[in-house]
C-alpha cells in the first residue's frame, strides 16, 4: 500500500503508528487508502464483444435485486413492489412468482438451488421452497429492513444485516439465531462469505470492511476503505481477494497480506455491485453511471464498458458466459461474451 509523505520522519511514524494498531487489534487504519490505478495494458477477453442477448421484465418498477441459480438454469429477482419471481434464464419466461408483501431488499439462493431466500422491508427475512413456490419460515423480526442476506457455503446458515449495525448468522433448519458480530457503527450493507464458509466479509455505511471467523464471531481484519459508504463485496472463487464498491472505485483486496492490491477507475458515480467470474479472472461492476463494466482481474485493465440503466445488481452465469443485470428500468437484461 502506498502513503505519500512530504515528511521521511512523518512516514516513520505513520508506518509505526499502523504497526501498533495492528498488533493490538489486527486492524488495517491508514486511511486513506491508495494503491497503482487502473492498468492501461490491453487485454484479449471474449467480454470484448459482449452483447445484449435477452431482456426479460414483469413491469415498470425497479428491481433491486437479482441472483442466479446454482445449475445457472433460472434468475430470481426482488422488486420494490414486494414481489420476488423466478425467470427460465434461457428463454427469459417467467415460471413463478411469490408474494413477498414487502419490498425486496435483497435475494439469494441456498447452494443446491431447492430454497429461496427473500429479505425485506419489513424486516423479516423469508425463506421458499423454489419447486412449488410454497413459504417455508421466516426468522425473527427486526425493527429495520432486511440490508442483505447470504446463504454459507454449505446452506445451513442465513447471514442477514440490518441498520441494527450487525450480521446475524440464523440456522436454516431450526430459525434460531446462531451468532451476532458486532462492530460496525453504521448499517451493514453488504456480507458475502468466502468459498469455504470459514470467513464472512460484510460492508458498512461506516466505510469499513471487516472480516470475522464464521465459527467464533471473531474479527479478524478491518479495512478502511471509504469515506462513503460500502454497497457490494464479491469474494475471489480462492477466497484470496476481496472486491468492494463504494463511491466511483472498486478496490481490490489481498487478503494474505491485508494490503490494498489496485484500484480499478472509471466509474462516475457510486458502485452499486460488483461480482467476480466462476475463473476469477473477470470482474464486472454497475454503478448509477448508467453503466455496466468488465475488467481484467489480474491487471485490472477495463475489458469493457456497456451502457445500461443505473444498475443495482450485476451476476455472473455459472459458467462465466453471461452476466445479467437490473436496475432501475425494472428489467433483467442478459449479456453474453463472445466464443
Known amino acids: 500500500m502506498t502513503v505519500t509523505q512530504t515528511s521521511s520522519v512523518g512516514l516513520m511514524a505513520i508506518a509505526a503508528l499502523t504497526v501498533i494498531l495492528a498488533s493490538c487489534d489486527g486492524s488495517s487504519s491508514d486511511f486513506p487508502p491508495t494503491a497503482r490505478p487502473t492498468a492501461s495494458v490491453t487485454v484479449s477477453s471474449p467480454w470484448q464483444s459482449a452483447q445484449l442477448v435477452r431482456t426479460m421484465t414483469k413491469a415498470d418498477e425497479p428491481i433491486r435485486q437479482i441472483a442466479m441459480s446454482p445449475d445457472g438454469q433460472t434468475i ?22 411469490f408474494s413477498v408483501r414487502s419490498r425486496v431488499e435483497s435475494i439469494a439462493f441456498s447452494p443446491d438451488g431447492q430454497t429461496l431466500a427473500t429479505g425485506g422491508d419489513d424486516g423479516k427475512a423469508r425463506l421458499w421452497q423454489v419447486s412449488t413456490g410454497q413459504f417455508m419460515r421466516s426468522f425473527p423480526r427486526y425493527p429495520f429492513p432486511v440490508q442483505t442476506i447470504a446463504f454459507s457455503p454449505d446452506g445451513t446458515t442465513l447471514a442477514t444485516s440490518s441498520w441494527k449495525k450487525t450480521v446475524e448468522l440464523w440456522d436454516v433448519a431450526t430459525g434460531k439465531l446462531r451468532r451476532t458480530f458486532t462492530g460496525h457503527s453504521d448499517t451493514v450493507n453488504a456480507i ?115 451502457s445500461v440503466d443505473p444498475t443495482l445488481a450485476v451476476v455472473f452465469s455459472p459458467d462465466g458466459r453471461a452476466i445479467a443485470s437490473t436496475g432501475n428500468d425494472g428489467k433483467i437484461k442478459v449479456w453474453q461474451a463472445s466464443k
Open 192 to 306: 458475502v462469505f468466502d468459498h469455504n464458509g470459514k470467513t464472512l466479509a460484510s460492508g458498512g455505511y461506516d466505510g469499513t470492511i471487516r472480516l470475522w471467523k464464521t465459527a467464533t464471531g471473531e474479527s479478524i481484519h478491518t479495512f478502511v476503505a471509504s469515506k462513503r459508504p460500502i454497497y457490494t463485496l464479491a469474494f475471489s472463487p480462492d477466497g484470496q481477494t476481496l472486491v468492494s464498491g463504494s463511491d466511483d472505485t472498486i478496490r481490490v483486496w489481498d487478503l494474505t497480506t491485508a494490503q490494498l492490491k489496485t484500484t480499478l477507475l472509471g466509474h462516475t458515480d457510486v458502485i452499486t455491485a460488483v461480482a467476480i467470474a466462476p475463473d476469477g479472472r473477470t470482474i464486472v461492476s454497475g454503478s448509477r453511471d448508467k453503466t455496466i463494466k468488465l475488467w481484467d482481474a489480474g491487471t485490472g485493465a477495463l475489458i469493457k464498458t456497456l
Open 76 to 97: 430470481a429477482s426482488g422488486s420494490v413492489e414486494g414481489n420476488a419471481d423466478l425467470w427460465d434464464f434461457k428463454t427469459g419466461k417467467q415460471l413463478r412468482d
